[in-house]
């Protein structure tokens, strides 16, 4: 092969390093791309392309992150992370952990590691490179790559999640939520909910959401049906989708332009979590978006005029 296609064969691997690290599409694309203007550049061959590529957009992920951490102390709002509709890296040997480590929840655990954990912590636990791989790639000793792969797998089992549902049955709850939300049934909504099930959106001060989490199933239950049944009257649909290796759903306008995505979290045959992004930055990945203010303004006329 030439360096061209030893780059593409490798870009699925790449990419899903650097959005573990980063929890951002465009950031990830962008930190798979400079790897690439890198590789290029070489004039000697490496002993290992994919030791020498993953150590590099592992490099450049850390370096985006860093920067990245101050923005997102000023962001408006819950910071969600920007929807995955498929993980392009596939590994049957490792097929556990790379589903566990893309949900969304896995993703918010992995905020609370520095950049440097949270790098040795998805090289080493994700994808199952070597400490001497992990130490080549982040700059470190293989023994202080070690102490940190300590810190960040005790930071991540406080509160990791155990998607312990089979996927038949994720998907079995997941059809009836959409059925029950299509109908606006609350009772059929209420009883797929954990008790203590909470809604967080996503606008980023960009587009309408939800002034608080809102938690509880009877507040949850309604709030979804009535938020779906004012824009069902604008012709607003939805497709159930998987999101991040979840159950989830894409919304969109009458145009066919998307709105905005929807992810749950399934634990115990219950709904634990509703994740809504909303935020046009992070959804232009997904096709065309839709204007989710003048919606929001329609909707409101819409209800007004049939009292």
């Known amino acids: 092969m030439d360096k061209a296609e030893e780059f593409e064969e ?26 690439w203007l890198r590789f290029d550049a070489l004039t000697t061959p490496p002993m290992s392309t994919k030791a020498l590529l993953s150590a590099v957009v592992t ?11 101050a923005r997102r102390e000023e962001y408006v709002g819950p910071w969600l ?21 893309v949900s969304m929840a ?3 655990l992995l905020e609370r590691l520095s950049p440097l954990e949270r790098a040795v912590f998805v090289l080493r636990e994700v994808f199952g490179f070597g400490f001497d791989e992990v130490a080549s790639a982040v700059g470190r000793s293989e023994a202080a790559c070690r102490q940190l792969l300590v810190r960040a797998r005790r930071h991540m089992e406080t509160g990791r999640p155990r998607f312990e549902a089979a996927r038949k049955e994720r ?20 009883e797929l909910l954990a008790a203590d099930v909470s809604v967080v959106g996503d606008g980023g001060g960009k587009a309408p959401q939800l002034a608080r989490t809102v938690s509880g199933a009877e507040n ?18 939805f497709e159930p989708h998987e999101i991040n290796g979840q159950p989830g759903a894409i919304f969109r ?3 066919g332009r998307v709105l905005h995505v929807l992810a749950l979290d399934v634990l115990g045959g219950r709904i634990q ?10 959804l232009g990945h997904l096709g065309p978006v839709a204007d989710a203010w003048a919606i929001d303004r329609e909707a409101r006329r819409a209800r007004r005029s049939t009292g």
């Not at 929807?83 to 589903?99: G, H, I, K, T, V």
């Not at 998907?171 to 209420?190: I, K, N």
């Not at 239950?221 to 607003?236: E, G, K, N, Q, W």
């Not at 979590?273 to 992070?282: A, E, F, G, L, Q």
Request: aromatic share 6%; no cysteine; proline share 5%.
């Open 273 to 282: 979590t509703v994740r809504s992004v909303i935020n046009p930055d992070k």
């Open 253 to 255: 306008d009458r145009d």
């Open 106 to 108: 896995a993703l918010l």
């Open 10 to 35: 490798l870009r699925p691997l790449l990419f899903s390093i650097a959005y573990r690290i980063l929890g951002s599409v465009g950031e990830a694309e962008d930190a798979v791309q400079e790897t």
């Open 220 to 237: 949850v239950a309604r709030l979804l049906a009535s938020f779906f049944s004012r824009v069902a009257r604008i012709d607003v649909t």
């Open 171 to 190: 998907e079995e709850l997941a059809s009836r939520f959409f059925a029950a939300l299509r109908e606006g049934d609350v009772a059929g909504l209420r």
């Open 81 to 101: 992370p920007e929807p995955l509709l498929s993980d392009p890296y596939q590994d049957p040997a490792r097929s556990a952990e790379l589903a566990d480590s």
């Open 59 to 69: 490099r450049i992920s850390i370096d985006v992150l860093r920067s990245a951490r």
